[in-house]
């Protein structure tokens, strides 16, 4: 108790719970996605040298686990072109083709690239629009420097909103009468 007989904090209001709403994050994923690519996780590519065989290339998708396509890249490292997980499925599988073939034969030649300094929403309009699933990236000299998924973008945005998206209820307008547990 204080001098006056009182607890000393009836003046003081605490906020102890801030309520996030939709709408207050939405405001902010604007200004996240403003932000330049090279504020993203970015994974590196699988790469491959023209006259690789299809065969190889394949295989090195297979071995990564991760990838699921192989940028095709000169000396230098700069994008010449891109065999992508929907190549093979769209013009490869069934389809009897020599896997001795060069990659070049099926790769996209001069698909769309993204340089560090342009705006995450670039890339998810290339993603979104362009049904890319890899969007290569590529600095001042053309040379390939990283690739950029959804999910890095995903999570580049949730770890924006940590507490936010860890406390946000499976339907975020749905409002829970009584805490689970009590």
């Known amino acids: 108790m204080g001098p006056n007989g009182s607890d000393g904090v009836e003046g003081l209001h605490f906020t ?103 705006p995450i929403r670039h890339a998810i309009d290339l993603m979104q629009t362009g049904r890319y699933r890899n969007v290569p990236l590529i600095d001042d000299d053309g040379v390939l420097v990283g690739v950029v998924r959804p999910v890095d973008v995903l999570k580049y945005l949730a770890e924006a909103f940590p507490e936010e998206l860890l406390n946000l209820p499976p339907r975020p307008h749905q409002r829970m009468a009584a805490s689970e547990g009590a």
Request: include cysteine; proline fraction near 7%.
């Open 16 to 118: 102890l719970v801030t309520e996030i709403t939709e709408r207050a994050v939405a405001e902010r994923v604007p200004s996240l996605t403003d932000e330049k690519l090279k504020m993203l996780g970015r994974r590196d590519p699988l790469t491959a040298a023209p006259g690789t065989s299809l065969g190889e290339c394949l295989a090195r998708i297979r071995a990564s686990g991760m990838a699921d396509s192989v940028f095709v890249t000169d000396p230098a490292g700069r994008l010449l072109g891109v065999l992508t997980e929907r190549d093979i499925f769209g013009k490869l599988v069934g389809t009897g083709v020599d896997p001795s073939q060069p990659v070049e034969d099926f790769m996209i030649d001069h698909p769309w690239t993204l340089n560090l300094d342009q």
